[in-house]
């Protein structure tokens, strides 16, 4: 079955730095990679997508890259902010409505 | 819409008990799934419905957790005998059909200790 590593599994980085975290997945059959931030003591949430037809998406500060080659997409943040800090999960799914989440990032932006 | 709803919101429970979780997703969704979160295995599915009828069951831990469906409304997981180490963060999230979007909505969860 499809698995789904992502690292690194703790980020700290400086108010208005950029952050990357990385995931690769193992079925090239995957078409969907939904990325979710969740926030302490909350529920986890969707806050970008991109499906396997397409390289690249951007919105507003956050962007994620696919590379279907290679199995892999990453989420980018630019200009961090504190209220960044969370953790980001990964995930890729096959056209069934299955998803298979990565381990998660914790991002802490320090001010 | 008030999203997903769940309940309760923690329980407390000795070992041995019978712990029931409750969830109704967002109206209209097809998909429903029943999370887990512990920080040692992270986020994992446990089971999903699509049209109230049991996908994969396969993240299920053992014969000690059942789910059902009974209607499109409302979905339960169901622990009997619980143990200590079913404590964790039970989520549930509904979604659309995949071909119409992928997104899954998260209820609030049900954080569960089991003494």
């Known amino acids: 079955g499809e698995n789904v590593e992502q690292h690194p599994s703790t980020l700290s980085v400086q108010e208005g730095d950029s952050a990357v975290i990385k995931c690769t997945y193992s079925?090239?059959?995957?078409?969907?990679f939904p990325w979710y931030k969740q926030e302490l003591g909350k529920r986890p949430q969707l806050i970008i997508d991109?499906?396997?037809?397409?390289g690249e998406k951007k919105d507003q500060r956050i962007a994620v890259t696919l590379n279907k080659t290679a199995k892999h997409f990453s989420l980018h943040i630019t200009e961090t902010q504190p209220e960044d800090s969370a953790v980001y999960f990964c995930?890729?799914?096959?056209?069934?409505?299955?998803?298979?989440f990565g381990q998660g990032t914790t991002l802490q932006v320090k001010p | 819409d008030a999203g997903v709803i769940q309940s309760p919101r923690h329980e407390v429970t000795e070992m041995g008990q019978e712990v029931t979780l409750r969830c109704k997703p967002i109206?209209?969704?097809?998909?429903l799934f029943w999370y887990r979160q512990t920080m040692m295995r992270g986020l994992e599915l446990l089971i999903y419905?699509?049209?109230?009828?049991?996908?994969?069951d396969s993240g299920m831990p053992e014969d000690r957790f059942s789910a059902k469906m009974p209607n499109a409304s409302f979905s339960t997981l169901k622990i009997q005998p619980s143990e200590p180490r079913d404590s964790a963060v039970y989520f549930c999230?509904?979604?659309?059909?995949?071909?119409?979007?992928?997104?899954?909505?998260f209820g609030p969860g049900t954080r569960l200790t089991v003494t």
């Open positions: 999230a509904s979604s659309l059909y995949p071909g119409q979007g992928y997104e899954q909505y």
């Open positions: 079925d090239s059959a995957s078409n969907y």
């Open positions: 991109i499906r396997s037809n397409v």
């Open positions: 995930a890729a799914s096959l056209n069934t409505g299955k998803l298979i």
């Open positions: 109206s209209g969704h097809d998909y």
């Open positions: 419905f699509n049209n109230n009828v049991p996908i994969d």
